[in-house]
């Protein structure tokens, strides 16, 4: 089995409409981030989080949200979802030594 | 602004030669730097990490360097097989893991 899902792994949906990535990881890691990526751009940071109580802002949370429900859950909302935040989206686990540990990827089209 | 730049265009080269893969970066001071490789459609996959007292990593035909003087990191690939085909993404880190900076990547064309 994967170390790091991700749900749902292709997603369309309109302007305006509240979307739920979600992700779970089996390494037991402290350490999950949230990123998006866009044809000939770099992976951005969206959130990151170092534990159930640690969330923090990355480069790109406008527009975003973060919850971790547990060590192993760790779930992004696009509340109003709009066009520009269709893209390819990670979600990754590290340990301390900054290894990370990638998901499949959500694909996800807002029309 | 910190920026991390890797050759756009995309690497094809004959399978048996060796590939080599340039990342550079400004107005940064990583602490350690990674190489992943991504292909199409999946997450990016762990490769090397290379610390910023350490001149040289290697990882079956895999190597890297790292010139913190000249703010530039090479990553070869002897040997390159077709399966080597990719994208390789340059990552920088100057928090000790708290936040990792991505490089858009270079894609690498293996030909038999």
């Known amino acids: 089995d994967a170390d790091v899902t991700q749900t749902p792994r292709n997603r369309i949906t309109k302007t305006g409409k509240r979307i739920m990535l979600e992700c779970s990881q089996t390494?037991?890691?402290?350490?999950m981030y949230w990123y998006r990526q866009d044809p000939g751009l770099g992976l951005q940071l969206i959130y990151y989080?170092?534990?159930?109580?640690?969330?923090n802002k990355g480069e790109i949370s406008d527009g975003y949200s973060v919850s971790r429900q547990a060590q192993a859950k760790f779930s992004l909302s696009l509340e109003s979802a709009i066009p520009n935040q269709t893209a390819l989206y990670f979600c990754?686990?590290?340990?301390?030594?900054?290894?990370?540990?990638f998901g499949p990827g959500t694909r996800l089209t807002v029309l | 602004s910190q920026k991390i730049e890797q050759n756009s265009e995309a690497l094809n080269i004959q399978e048996g030669k060796t590939a080599t893969l340039t990342c550079n970066y400004t107005?940064?001071?990583?602490?350690?730097l990674q190489w992943y490789r991504q292909d199409p459609g999946r997450g990016p996959v762990f490769l090397l990490l290379?610390?910023?007292?350490?001149k040289e990593k290697r990882k079956e035909r895999l190597k890297v360097t790292f010139d913190t003087t000249l703010k530039q990191s090479l990553f070869h690939i002897t040997a390159s097989q077709p399966a080597d085909s990719a994208t390789y993404l340059c990552?920088?880190?100057?928090?000790?893991?708290?936040?990792?900076?991505f490089g858009a990547g270079t894609r690498l064309f293996v030909k038999a």
């Open positions: 290379i610390r910023e007292n350490e």
């Open positions: 107005n940064y001071s990583p602490a350690y």
């Open positions: 990754a686990t590290s340990d301390p030594s900054g290894e990370q540990f």
């Open positions: 390494k037991g890691h402290d350490r």
């Open positions: 989080s170092f534990d159930v109580k640690d969330i």
């Open positions: 990552a920088l880190d100057n928090t000790g893991g708290f936040k990792t900076i």
